[in-house]
Nanobody, 124 residues
Framework: DVQLQASGGGLVQPGGSLRLSCAAS????????IGWFRQAPGKEREGVSF??????FYADSVKGRFTISRDNAKNTVYLQMNSLKPEDTAVYYC???????????????????WGQGTLVTVSS
């Protein structure tokens, strides 16, 4: 059974940090591109970051603050989020996409499997 499990969300003050995890079961993560997306209240879901074959991509809004990484031994992808802002508040999802051209990493239609989401709240 193929599953993605996102975790690590919580309440953090502005300027704080969180690390999200996306653990896969039923398939090997390193065979897929893995994207992180987020959906803020009242807004559409948007791409945050993507990793595949050693290349990493970030939305402009998180560049320099977020870092995506992969641990193949643990079959897990991480999203380290630093210098968090209130506008980062959202439900964060991870998703997997086979053979996705890098230029299409934001296109959600190409992602086959989605995790359940983890809530990140940035507030004082």
């Amino acid at each position: 059974d193929v599953q993605l499990q996102a975790s690590g969300g919580g309440l953090v003050q502005p300027g704080g940090s969180l690390r999200l995890s996306c653990a896969a079961s039923g398939f090997a993560l390193d065979d897929y591109g893995i994207g992180w997306f987020r959906q803020a209240p009242g807004k559409e879901r948007e791409g945050v970051s993507f990793i595949n074959v050693g290349r990493k991509f970030y939305a402009d809004s998180v560049k320099g603050r977020f870092t995506i990484s992969r641990d193949n031994a643990k079959n897990t992808v991480y999203l380290q989020m630093n210098s968090l802002k209130p506008e980062d508040t959202a439900v964060y999802y991870c998703a997997s996409a086979p053979r996705l051209p890098f230029s299409l990493w934001r296109a959600q239609v190409h992602y086959a499997y989605w995790g359940q989401g983890t809530l990140v709240t940035v507030s004082s």
